[in-house]
């Protein structure tokens, strides 16, 4: 909802943030400190507000947790691109209380989520 109502700094706070990459461990989170993250992650929306990006809604699909396993949500999410509307299959993933999504089938989905190592 936060991204809906442009609430960057709430979707921040609830974004699990991470490095990823061959040698990393992503539940060893980021190398990057909380202000270094912020900054990025509204780098992120920058871009995505410049290619004429935007979330405008989300249909919660299911919810389900195996045993010893996070809170996993699927969602359709509803996007528009330059007036185009577009929607895409995701998987997310509670872990530690924040959000982290596993699976996207949005090519943008690392500009929204916590994923803190990509090129700008």
């Known amino acids: 909802m936060s991204l ?16 990823d990459g061959k040698d ?11 202000s270094e993250a912020k900054n ?3 780098r992120k929306r920058q871009h995505l507000e410049s290619i004429g990006y935007k ?4 249909e919660i699909e299911n919810i389900g947790q195996g045993d ?3 809170i996993s949500v699927d969602v359709t999410i509803i996007v528009e691109q330059n007036g185009k509307t577009t929607k895409h299959f995701e998987t997310l993933d509670i872990y ?10 949005d090519q943008f989905d690392d500009y929204r989520d916590g994923k803190m190592n990509i090129p700008l």
């Open 96 to 105: 530690n209380g924040k959000i982290w999504v596993i699976y996207s089938e």
């Open 24 to 34: 990393k461990n992503l539940l060893e989170g980021t190398v990057l400190s909380e």
């Open 55 to 58: 979330v405008k809604d989300f």
């Open 40 to 42: 990025f992650f509204f």
């Open 68 to 70: 010893g396993e996070p």
């Open 4 to 19: 809906l109502n442009r609430d960057y700094v709430k979707a921040f706070g609830l974004l699990y943030l991470y490095d």
